[in-house]
């Protein structure tokens, strides 16, 4: 892998709500960063309702602005901004700071040999307390499970993609959670997605993230992209707790009880889970076949 051969332009979009501290920097920063590579850009911010001189900032910084009239969450953002952009890569960057724009130069040399590269952040300040490592460990765990691919990062906010890779691509959040729905729908889809070790800073300002409601958000995006993509994974790791349980109670039997108790919630149990399973492979065996027929149309 190297340097683009034919240098493609890419654009450059940056979500920002309320950012009037970071955005000057992030937008000089990621400017000086693609000028240095000798590629052609464009910088669009995408002002999401803010109430401070995001805006004004961000064209004076030199950027291309486009202003939501109400806040409308990160993906939304995300969204106008990548439907704007002129150039087929995109490449995005949080407003907040967070990410040194340096960074970028890490992913330019995976470009154009994969769909997606992912600045993957690194050590204490990502993984953060014993608590919050408990908890991310568990997001990347059930991310992996998703995409049944190693993922370092599921939710950075510094990536380069293919815009028109992007297009088929389930809008299933508009808030916080926007780029785990693309790692997840970008590998659930067979695309290729290269994880980069970034550096990681301390943001600018004050979080917008309210950790509960983007945690229970995040497991909803999940277990929709599973169905979405692979409805029998899904099935089977539901089936898993009935078939566990019927387990359990065979078990029991082996043991001084109430034996027809054990048998009877065993075979309700068992059979529970064999039906769950058998709708999972009738879901994939239907989504099979839209596939096929999405295909045919295609052609």
Same mark, same amino acid.
């Given at each position: 892998?190297?340097?683009?051969?034919?240098?493609?332009?890419?654009?450059?979009?940056?979500?920002?709500?309320?950012?009037?501290?970071?955005?000057?920097?992030?937008?000089?920063?990621?400017?000086?960063?693609?000028?240095?590579?000798? =590629?052609?850009?464009?910088?669009?911010?995408?002002?999401?309702?803010?109430?401070?001189?995001?805006?004004?900032?961000?064209?004076?910084?030199?950027? %291309?602005?486009?202003?939501?009239?109400?806040?409308?969450?990160?993906?939304?953002?995300?969204?106008?901004?990548?439907?704007?952009?002129?150039?087929?890569?995109?490449?995005?960057?949080?407003?907040?700071?967070?990410?040194?724009?340096?960074?970028?130069?890490?992913?330019?040399?995976?470009?154009?040999?994969?769909?997606?590269?992912?600045?993957?952040?690194?050590?204490? =300040?990502?993984?953060?307390?014993?608590?919050?490592?408990?908890?991310?460990?568990?997001?990347?765990?059930?991310?992996?499970?998703?995409?049944?691919? *190693?993922? *370092?990062?599921?939710?950075?906010? =510094?990536?380069?993609?293919?815009?028109?890779?992007?297009?088929?691509?389930?809008?299933?959040?508009?808030?916080?959670?926007?780029?785990?729905?693309?790692?997840?729908?970008?590998?659930?889809?067979?695309?290729?997605?290269?994880?980069?070790?970034?550096?990681?800073?301390?943001?600018?300002?004050?979080?917008?993230?309210?950790?509960?409601?983007?945690?229970?958000?995040?497991?909803?995006?999940?277990?929709?992209?599973?169905?979405?993509?692979?409805?029998?994974?899904?099935?089977?790791?539901?089936?898993?707790?009935?078939?566990?349980?019927?387990?359990?109670?065979?078990?029991?039997? !082996?043991?001084?009880?109430?034996?027809? %108790?054990?048998?009877?919630?065993?075979?309700?149990? /068992?059979?529970? /889970?064999?039906?769950? !399973?058998?709708?999972?492979?009738? =879901?994939?065996?239907?989504?099979?076949?839209?596939?096929?027929?999405?295909?045919?149309?295609?052609?």
């Amino acid at each position: 892998m190297g340097l683009f051969s034919n240098k493609p332009e890419i654009t450059v979009v940056i979500p920002a709500y309320n950012e009037e501290g970071a955005i000057t920097p992030t937008i000089k920063g990621a400017a000086a960063a693609l000028a240095a590579a000798g =590629l052609k850009f464009e910088i669009i911010t995408v002002d999401d309702g803010s109430c401070d001189g995001t805006a004004a900032a961000a064209e004076a910084a030199g950027s %291309r602005v486009i202003r939501h009239p109400l806040n409308r969450g990160y993906g939304r953002s995300l969204v106008s901004g990548i439907e704007a952009a002129k150039n087929d890569w995109v490449l995005i960057i949080d407003a907040d700071g967070s990410y040194p724009p340096a960074e970028i130069a890490k992913l330019l040399p995976c470009v154009p040999d994969f769909d997606m590269v992912v600045g993957a952040r690194q050590g204490k =300040l990502f993984w953060g307390s014993y608590t919050k490592a408990f908890m991310r460990w568990t997001y990347l765990a059930l991310a992996r499970f998703v995409a049944g691919e *190693p993922i *370092p990062d599921a939710n950075s906010g =510094l990536r380069i993609f293919r815009k028109s890779a992007a297009k088929n691509m389930p809008i299933i959040c508009f808030g916080y959670s926007f780029t785990t729905t693309m790692t997840l729908s970008f590998m659930s889809s067979g695309l290729f997605v290269k994880f980069v070790p970034i550096e990681f800073a301390e943001r600018v300002g004050k979080s917008k993230v309210k950790p509960v409601r983007d945690i229970l958000r995040t497991l909803q995006i999940m277990t929709q992209v599973v169905i979405h993509y692979n409805p029998l994974k899904f099935a089977a790791a539901l089936a898993s707790v009935p078939a566990a349980l019927a387990a359990l109670n065979t078990a029991l039997l !082996f043991f001084p009880c109430d034996h027809s %108790r054990h048998l009877a919630l065993a075979c309700i149990l /068992a059979s529970l /889970a064999v039906a769950v !399973f058998m709708a999972g492979c009738v =879901l994939q065996s239907m989504k099979t076949l839209l596939d096929k027929n999405a295909c045919r149309n295609d052609k």
